[in-house]
């Protein structure tokens, strides 16, 4: 049996948005362009500021339904030999977008990402990351985002060095995380989500 050599930059996965989404407007609530956006808790993995080993990932909102984002590649992030880890990358994704649907007033959880990892990213440098919101249907809300690498003066190379697609879930967090709570590092503080309202 021959085995076909398999160039692993020309992969790209088959998830498809559909083509008839529902027309978006931007929350009335939605935090203002140019402010940082706040979801999650202290100890969130992708953007809490108590998060020993987090993400520490800030995201911005934009205009209309977008928002950016900054993480720094931390040593501790590494993979190959100076690279960060495709898995950290993938969190980093996960978080942007999550939070960027904030913007149409839905908090959401990941249904489906996918990645298309173009360039190594070295250790030491820093991510800005794009995010769109693409549409929705009913509960489910299409995301598109992409990563650059910043350089010295703050300039984005040409090209980014990753782009993610992905399907988040529309949720009641009061609902959706009730029986975990007990199990979170700081229940006490999950609690503010028995008041939670969009966004």
């Avoid at 008839?20 to 953007?47: I, N, Q, S, V, W």
């Avoid at 500021?49 to 934009?62: E, F």
């Avoid at 529309?170 to 995380?177: A, Q, V």
């Avoid at 009730?178 to 309202?197: G, V």
Wanted: with cysteine.
């Amino acid at each position: 049996m021959e085995v076909a050599e398999l160039d692993y930059r020309a992969v790209r996965g088959s998830f498809a948005v559909p083509d008839d989404l529902e027309p978006l407007d931007r929350h009335p609530k939605a935090t203002p362009p140019g402010e940082a956006m706040r979801y999650h808790h202290a100890l969130c993995y992708g953007c809490g500021d108590d998060a020993v080993n987090g993400l520490h990932v800030v995201v911005t909102a934009g205009d209309g339904v977008t928002a950016t984002a900054t993480m720094r590649v931390a040593p501790w992030m590494e993979g190959g030999p100076g690279l960060i880890h495709g898995g950290i990358l993938s969190a980093a994704f996960d978080e942007v977008m999550g939070t960027t649907a904030l913007l149409i007033g839905v908090p959401v959880v990941t249904g489906h990402l996918e990645i298309d990892y173009a360039r190594p990213i070295p250790i030491d440098s820093s991510l800005r990351f794009t995010a769109d919101v693409l549409g929705r249907q009913r509960r489910k809300v299409y995301l598109s985002a992409a990563a650059h690498i910043v350089g010295d003066a703050g300039e984005l190379p040409v090209g980014p060095v990753a782009t993610s697609r992905a399907l988040f879930i529309g949720i009641d967090p009061r609902e959706h995380f009730a029986e975990h709570l007990a199990n979170a590092q700081r229940p006490d503080e999950h609690q503010r989500w028995t008041k939670y309202s969009s966004p």
